[in-house]
């Protein structure tokens, strides 16, 4: 039963308000809570040969560079993908065949943990990718129709990705995390106002919902494009076969409305402001996890508790960023070096010698060298959030933990309006800083003795690390609430390295497309990798059967 002391008031000053009353609540439930399933029979598999898959599986994620926090619901699309378009396991009497399957390879590879998924799991599972084969094969009646799709692969794909991002969330859903989305919705819609003649009030509650996925789930564009796919289709927990065929028959029409909320003009104000609550909530709640009664009780007992134990919380989590600051880079300097460096590397030595050069050994030790240590310097200068960062993030929470306090309301500017004359120069002086930069660094390396092939290359890397040094930096600056503060520095570098960035994100996209190792994982190696799996699993559990028959 709760503890009686929840449910009181603390004095005056410290008097908690409802929606961390709530936070409360539902944290001391949740760890108190007993296991309704403790007696369902789970999944298991062998240790042995799970161990195996989860080896592949790290090769697999080592060539294929994704953000941690996104690699099981990647893993759930490959699975999905595989059974259903590679198999051609498409008819709606497959989908608890496929639910098992899925479950069954997901505990395989780490993502799930063994002998502690309820068997219930694969009809629950299975419900949704039955939804999901219903709406692709209504889907491909109307694009045999209608064809406003680039491609069919693309249909499918798409339906692919919500049906994945369905499951991704049925798997991961926490009653906590739903409340903090929840609370931190209820003070952001109502605090948030758009200008007077802004033309998105239609779209600002969902987009407010949107940044909240976005900025404390981490969601990636699919998983917010599920997010919004249900906002678009409100009964779509348990639809009609009307209803998914309805939805099939417009899949184009919602797909649009779906991309373009995705790159709505608000996204980027709203992610900042959402982002400062993420921050509040996600530390609050971690506050309380460690003892819910005793830091609630210390608001009377010890007030200067909480603020300490905000403190605390907080340079653990800076020191955590920092830990996956340096992982999220080695990460990065294996993909890179496995998909990128062996190919530059061989493409340069037969490429100098065919255009006569000599070659360089300098130039290229500095190419295959380059990456790491540029990767390397980044992570290491990259600072962690300061003292005043800290100080702001416990204000900040009491503002939302304790009565007396008001939210202001927060008014969003208006979209910048330029001409046509102001937007041409601006790309032309972009275009021409970024010439610039490729031109001085051409120089440079010209009077090192590198040629136009080596050139090539290095400017290739330079580009591609770049851009995945502010990805990997991006996880140490989603704790960084405080402003920081514009000096020449950051201005040069800025007007002078971000054209650099732009160029690397831009390869990044296109070469993500030209995977091989990729490639030969997915479409050569792991059908009959798992088909082995399989068998091997089918194996042991004869043989542990046959060792009970003479025991």
């Known amino acids: 039963m709760l503890n009686p002391t929840l449910n009181r008031k603390t004095e005056k000053n410290f008097e908690i308000t409802e929606n961390a009353k709530k936070l409360f609540q539902v944290i001391y439930n949740e760890q108190n809570k007993n296991e309704d399933d403790e007696n369902e029979p789970k999944l298991k598999v062998s240790v042995l040969i799970s161990k195996m898959a989860f080896y592949y599986e790290k090769i697999r994620n080592s060539v294929d560079y994704k953000e941690e926090y996104l690699l ?37 590879a780490g993502y799930l943990k063994n002998n502690n998924v309820p068997e219930y799991k694969i009809d629950e ?30 249909l499918v794909n798409w339906i692919l990705f919500i049906a994945a991002s369905e499951i991704e969330e049925k798997l991961g859903r926490n009653k906590i995390t739903q409340v903090e989305i929840n609370e931190i919705y209820e003070i952001l819609s109502s605090a948030i106002k758009l200008p007077e003649d802004s ?58 409305a779906i991309n373009r909320q995705l790159a709505h003009p608000l996204a980027g104000q709203l992610n900042k402001i959402v982002n400062r609550y993420t921050v ?73 010698k065919f255009f006569g050069d000599a070659l360089n050994m300098t130039a290229l030790a500095i190419n295959v060298s380059f990456p790491a240590l540029l990767l390397f310097l980044i992570v290491l200068f990259t600072k962690l959030p300061s003292e005043k960062n800290t100080e702001d993030i416990i204000a900040g929470i009491n503002n939302i933990a304790f009565e007396g306090h008001k939210n202001e ?25 970024f010439l610039f930069s490729v031109g001085f660094i051409i120089w440079a390396l010209d009077k090192i003795g590198f040629n136009f092939v080596s ?50 994100k831009w390869l990044s996209e296109k070469f993500s497309r030209i995977n091989l190792f990729v490639f030969i994982l997915d479409f050569i190696i792991e059908s009959p990798f798992k088909i082995f799996v399989d068998i091997a699993e089918e194996w042991t559990k004869y043989i542990r059967e046959r060792k009970e028959d003479i025991v």
């Open 280 to 352: 509040y909530f996600s530390i609050l709640s971690e506050v309380i996890e460690e003892n819910p009664v005793l830091v609630y009780n210390s608001f009377k007992d010890d007030p200067k508790a909480f603020p300490r134990n905000i403190k605390k919380i907080c340079n653990r989590r800076y020191g955590q960023a920092k830990s996956k600051l340096w992982r999220a880079a080695v990460r990065s300097i294996i993909y890179i070096f496995l998909t990128k460096s062996i190919f530059a590397i061989a493409i340069e030595i037969p490429a100098t």
């Open 72 to 108: 099981r619901k990647n893993a759930i699309l490959r699975i999905l993908r595989r059974q259903i378009v590679l198999e051609g396991m498409v008819k709606e009497t497959s989908s608890n065949e496929i639910s098992k399957n899925l479950l069954v390879e997901l505990i395989r």
């Open 199 to 256: 033309p998105f009030e239609a779209d600002r509650e969902i987009q407010i919902f949107v940044s909240i996925h976005r900025n404390l789930l981490k969601f990636d564009s699919d998983m917010i494009g599920f997010i919004l796919f249900k906002y678009y289709n409100a009964d779509w927990t348990d639809p009609s076969d009307e209803k998914i065929k309805k939805i099939g028959e417009n899949i184009e029409i919602l797909r649009q």
């Open 455 to 504: 050139i090539t290359i290095f400017l290739f890397f330079l580009a591609f690390v770049s851009f995945f040094a502010i990805r990997i930096r991006k996880n140490a600056h989603e704790l960084i609430i405080v402003e920081s503060r514009e000096n020449i520095f950051t201005f040069l570098t800025d007007f002078f390295y971000i054209p650099i960035v732009a160029f690397g």
């Open 409 to 433: 309301e927060i008014r969003l500017r208006q979209a910048a309006k330029r001409n046509k004359f102001l937007n041409s120069v601006f790309g032309s002086l972009y275009s021409v800083t």
């Open 125 to 154: 599972i299975g419900k949704i990718v039955n939804k999901y084969i219903k709406l692709r094969n209504y889907s491909l009646v109307a694009f045999q129709k209608t064809e406003n799709f680039k491609t069919k692969r693309e």
